[in-house]
Nanobody, 121 residues
Framework: QVQLVESGGGLVQAWGSLRLSCQAS????????MGWFLQAPGKGRECVSA????????YYADSVKGRFTISKDNAKITVYLQMNSLEPEDTAVYYC??????????????WGQGTQVTVSS
């Protein structure tokens, strides 16, 4: 079973940057597609970025295209979300997620505990 632990959230001013990390544990890491979801207060979770099991295919929500970059380091069994040009609207709890098929086509099997990102104007 893969377990996920996020880190890297915090408070940043608008137009600043943050890098979120998702450390995975488990011996079957390479068999999982990964993604980052956000949940703003009073709203449901939505996927902002995802990658397939190989890390070669990447998805970005329209709202973050050109600003966020997802990457997967198999040696460190870690997925990153580099967030640049942050906007107050990006304020949310960010969750890392994993699924053996895809994090986009159904609710992912595994979730991290979440990390708060707050962008001040």
């Amino acid at each position: 079973q893969v377990q996920l632990v996020e880190s890297g959230g915090g408070l940043v001013q608008a137009w600043g940057s943050l890098r979120l990390s998702c450390q995975a544990s488990g011996r079957i890491w390479r068999q999982y597609a990964m993604g980052w979801f956000l949940q703003a207060p009073g709203k449901g979770r939505e996927c902002v970025s995802a990658t397939d099991r190989s890390g070669g295919s990447r998805y970005y929500a329209d709202s973050v295209k050109g600003r966020f970059t997802i990457s997967k380091d198999n040696a460190k069994i870690t997925v990153y979300l580099q967030m640049n040009s942050l906007e107050p609207e990006d304020t949310a709890v960010y969750y890392c997620a994993a699924d053996r098929i895809s994090v986009l086509t159904s609710t992912p099997e595994i979730w991290g505990q979440g990390t708060q990102v707050t962008v001040s104007s």
